[in-house]
């Protein structure tokens, strides 16, 4: 089964609009931590938020903000007011620890578009 | 300025040639981390180590081999046995705060095979 799930490969976004991006997990690890990238074309990565499981508040970072539904595993990351320079590709990670040694899977990420 | 730095940017492998990828970091981090990107598709954990002189497997660690003499490095070869090694490959290093996690990434390494 599949620990990171993004079920959109590709989205086209109007300027100026909010977009969610979607990311559900599987994990039996009761600490655990996820986490939003994004990769412009340069092939950079560049961390947006985190959420730790036991958080109670939903993570906020100026435009990004992660929707946090525990029960459901999920944490779609939200970003408000689209702007051109949000054109990438979106990753859903999760950080789990598994017999004192720490792992990170990513998930297959989401190409997004804003258009002008 | 504190980071990773991976090098080199650009690196050609020819048939049955071992290569390696540097991966520094002055973060103090303890754990560090090689994934393998191929295009269009997601990050692929190779190796991870949680402390000097130790480091596991991750999910297609086959035909890679890794160290962790130093805390700071992390480098990563690419073997002979690796018949597709064609990708980008990143680096990262990671902290846990008190609230926070963080991981940072190196900007990476394309491999190419001559």
């Known amino acids: 089964a599949q620990k990171i799930t993004q079920t959109q490969p590709g989205m086209f976004v109007q300027e100026k609009e909010a977009v969610t991006l979607d990311c559900t997990y599987d994990t039996s690890d009761p600490s655990y931590g996820l986490f939003w990238y994004k990769q412009p074309s340069s092939g950079e990565m560049i961390f947006l938020i985190y959420?730790?499981?036991?958080?109670?508040q939903n993570a906020t970072e100026g435009r990004y903000s992660l929707n946090f539904q525990k029960a459901r595993k999920s944490a779609n990351l939200v970003i408000s007011a689209s702007q051109l320079g949000d054109s990438a590709m979106y990753f859903c990670a999760m950080r789990e620890r598994n017999f004192g040694n720490e792992k990170l899977t990513f998930g297959t990420g989401t190409r997004l578009t804003i258009i002008p | 300025d504190g980071g990773i730095t991976q090098s080199p940017k650009y690196l050609f492998r020819k048939e049955g040639q071992n290569v390696t990828l540097s991966c520094e970091q002055n973060?103090?981090?303890?754990?560090m981390y090689w994934y393998r990107q191929d295009p269009g598709q997601g990050l692929r954990l190779i190796y991870y180590?949680?402390?000097?002189?130790?480091?596991q497997k991750g999910d297609i660690a086959e035909g890679y081999s890794v160290s962790r003499e130093k805390k700071e490095s992390f480098p990563l070869t690419v073997t002979s046995a690796q018949k597709n090694p064609t990708a980008f490959y990143l680096c990262?290093?990671?902290?846990?705060?008190?609230?926070?996690?963080?991981?940072?990434f190196g900007s990476g390494t394309q491999l190419s095979v001559l």
């Open positions: 990262a290093s990671s902290i846990r705060e008190a609230t926070n996690e963080k991981l940072f």
């Open positions: 959420q730790g499981s036991y958080d109670q």
């Open positions: 973060l103090n981090h303890d754990a």
């Open positions: 180590s949680q402390i000097v002189n130790d480091f």
